[in-house]
């Protein structure tokens, strides 16, 4: 089971919009789901798979590392949208913390996947139109103009990322889903699985990111 639903940002929503959908609704989904039967052991005994789909943005939020210069800048920096995207990343970080304190008491593994910016998303497109835009723009089409702004968000974000130290690379939906299913369907592990995407955990990154986080 996939949960990929993520709101917050919509016109005209109530201020909890972001907290119902990212949260609540999660959280009834999978009471729902598990009441009904519907998450079952394969035939071999294995355990049904909870996909909980996140960003960067929510999963490192409020935590920092050392750049290259030994300067301390948030790992899931979003500036264009910060002040927006903040109660949607606060929420969706409140919503996986809740499936990971609800997963023990599952007869399910859960995943946890987490990517960076995804270029093609409606939410890029929005923070693009939001901080990227230029008057140089006004004489393109529509979608030369969206694809300009959506490019320079990019790069702004990969600059961040290679500036800590981390992989640049930033994942499409598709790529992303893919990497999800693989996960999903790997046997190996139990309980709780990461997939963070790029490989932020890598040791360069875990022995920094880890010091920190130890004091």
Do not use: N
């Given at each position: 089971m996939v949960l990929s639903a993520s709101g917050g940002l919509?016109?005209?929503?109530?201020?909890?919009?972001?907290?119902e959908v990212n949260l609540v609704a999660q959280r009834e989904t999978v009471a729902g789901v598990t009441e009904a039967g519907l998450l079952v052991r394969d035939e071999d005994g294995s355990l049904p798979t909870i996909s909980f789909l996140t960003s960067h943005q929510a999963w490192y939020l409020g935590r920092?590392?050392?750049?290259?210069?030994?300067?301390?800048?948030?790992?899931?920096?979003?500036e264009a949208i910060n002040d927006r995207y903040g109660r949607v990343a606060e929420s969706k970080r409140a919503g996986v913390d809740m499936l990971m304190d609800m997963q023990p008491?599952?007869?399910?593994?859960l995943l946890v996947s987490s990517t960076d910016l995804i270029p093609d998303s409606g939410v890029a497109a929005a923070?693009?139109?939001l901080g990227f835009k230029d008057e140089s723009d006004k004489g393109l089409s529509k979608d030369d103009r969206?694809?300009?702004?959506?490019?320079?968000?990019?790069?702004?974000?990969?600059?961040?990322l290679t500036n800590l130290g981390l992989d640049p690379k930033l994942y499409s939906s598709i790529e992303f889903s893919s990497a999800t299913v693989r996960e999903a369907l790997n046997p190996e592990?139990?309980?709780?699985?990461?997939?963070?995407?790029?490989?932020?955990q890598n040791e360069d990154t875990f022995n920094r990111f880890g010091n920190l986080e130890q004091g």
């Open positions: 919509e016109r005209g929503k109530p201020e909890d919009y972001a907290h920092s590392m050392p750049d290259r210069d030994g300067v301390l800048r948030p790992i899931g920096s979003w008491e599952l007869d399910a593994r923070a693009a139109i969206r694809q300009l702004q959506v490019s320079r968000l990019v790069a702004a974000r990969q600059a961040e592990w139990m309980g709780i699985g990461l997939l963070l995407l790029p490989d932020h």
